[in-house]
């Protein structure tokens, strides 16, 4: 079994800081991982995602992962907020393997910029 | 890029009544659809994986008589919540697969439905 944990459910940044959502997972074998962005009333939106080759993955709008397996990690960054990062983040894990399309999803971290 | 196209994004409904929610991939084909349901101010909830021409694969929990999927065409799934109580009120966003050739199992999200029961 496998689960994924977003440590913190709402994160406030002021514009221009760092944004840093946290995201643990657990699983028995190597994941992949998906961070995902909902802005209100719509679905989701990829923003990146690791499959076993770069530890280090770059995603639209500025964002970028690192996957460190020694701490099963995948937290999401991006140096500098702008007043459209304001979305809720799902972090989600999959396991690896043909067929393997089922999404475990985390519970979610709402991002608020400050202007 | 690939889309998934959902609708309505809202309805409203009168208890008792039955209502159904249309997923559609608009430029692939996609053999395999997940609809999942969201709580307000919670995370996604798998309640299905649609099959085209078989019979869906409901999660533990899920009233297979209640939410009735149906996966006719390779770009058409649709989820039908029968006899709609109050409690059936939620989001509801359905995803498909993409990317085949890249094998990295992305999924494509609809925008979702917000279904509320009166």
């Known amino acids: 079994a496998q689960s994924v944990t977003q440590l913190g459910s709402h994160v406030s940044v002021s514009e221009g800081a760092l944004v840093l959502l946290r995201c643990n997972y657990s699983?028995?074998?190597?994941?992949?991982l998906f961070w995902y962005v909902q802005y209100p009333n719509q679905g989701l939106q990829l923003l990146l995602k690791?499959?076993?080759?770069?530890?280090l993955v770059k995603g639209i709008n500025g964002f970028e992962a690192e996957f460190k397996k020694s701490e099963t990690s995948f937290h999401l960054t991006k140096p500098s907020a702008h007043m459209s990062d304001a979305a809720e983040y799902f972090c989600a894990a999959a396991l690896t393997g043909a067929g393997s399309y089922q999404l475990t999803f985390g519970k979610g971290t709402k991002l608020s910029v400050i202007p | 890029g690939a889309v998934v196209s959902q609708h309505p994004s809202r309805v409203i409904c009168k208890s008792g009544t039955s209502v159904k929610i249309e997923c559609r991939s608009l430029d692939f084909q996609a053999t395999t659809m997940f609809w999942y349901r969201q709580f307000p101010k919670q995370s996604l909830m798998l309640m299905a994986t649609s099959n085209e021409g078989s019979k869906a694969t409901y999660e533990q929990g899920v009233e297979k008589d209640k939410f009735l999927i149906n996966h006719a065409s390779l770009t058409l799934s649709t989820l039908t919540v029968t006899s709609a109580h109050p409690e059936d009120s939620s989001f509801y966003i359905c995803?498909?697969?993409?990317?085949?050739?890249?094998?990295?199992?992305?999924?494509?999200f609809g925008a979702g439905s917000r279904l509320t029961v009166l």
């Open positions: 699983s028995s074998v190597p994941p992949y």
């Open positions: 995803s498909a697969r993409s990317g085949a050739r890249s094998g990295a199992n992305v999924l494509t």
């Open positions: 690791y499959t076993s080759a770069a530890t």
